[in-house]
């Protein structure tokens, strides 16, 4: 069963910075394509940025291409989404999940699975 961990979210102020850890059990970490994913109160959950197995590849939501970076370290199981440029519409609650299957298909929750608890973005204006 995959499990994952969301960790590094808090408070900021707008144009400030935040970096968020996933770490993940339960599966061959470095076979598959990880996600960041987040969630605002009323609306949909939506891609923030997707990786493939190996780093070499990623998919980035339109909003946050230019300011977000996502990396992952396959020696040590961990997923990373640096937050650069932060805006109050950022604001979410963040969540990372495993690809369902072996190749990146895209960065839509439903290709994913696994999900944490989350961890919760606030940016001030």
């Known amino acids: 069963q995959v499990q994952v961990v969301e960790s590094g979210g808090g408070l900021v102020q707008a144009g400030g910075s935040l970096t968020l850890s996933c770490t993940a059990s339960?599966?061959?970490?470095?076979?598959?394509?990880m996600g960041w994913f987040r969630q605002a109160p009323g609306k949909e959950r939506e891609g923030v940025g997707c990786?493939?197995?190996?780093?070499?590849?990623?998919d980035y939501g339109d909003s946050v291409k230019g300011r977000f970076t996502i990396s992952r370290d396959n020696a040590k199981n961990i997923f990373y989404l640096q937050m650069n440029s932060l805006k109050p519409e950022d604001t979410a609650m963040y969540y990372c999940a495993a690809g369902r299957m072996y190749y990146l298909t895209g960065c839509v929750p439903s290709e994913y699975h696994g999900w944490g608890q989350g961890t919760q973005v606030t940016v001030s204006s």
């Open positions: 339960g599966l061959p970490f470095g076979a598959y394509p």
């Open positions: 990786i493939n197995y190996s780093g070499s590849t990623t």
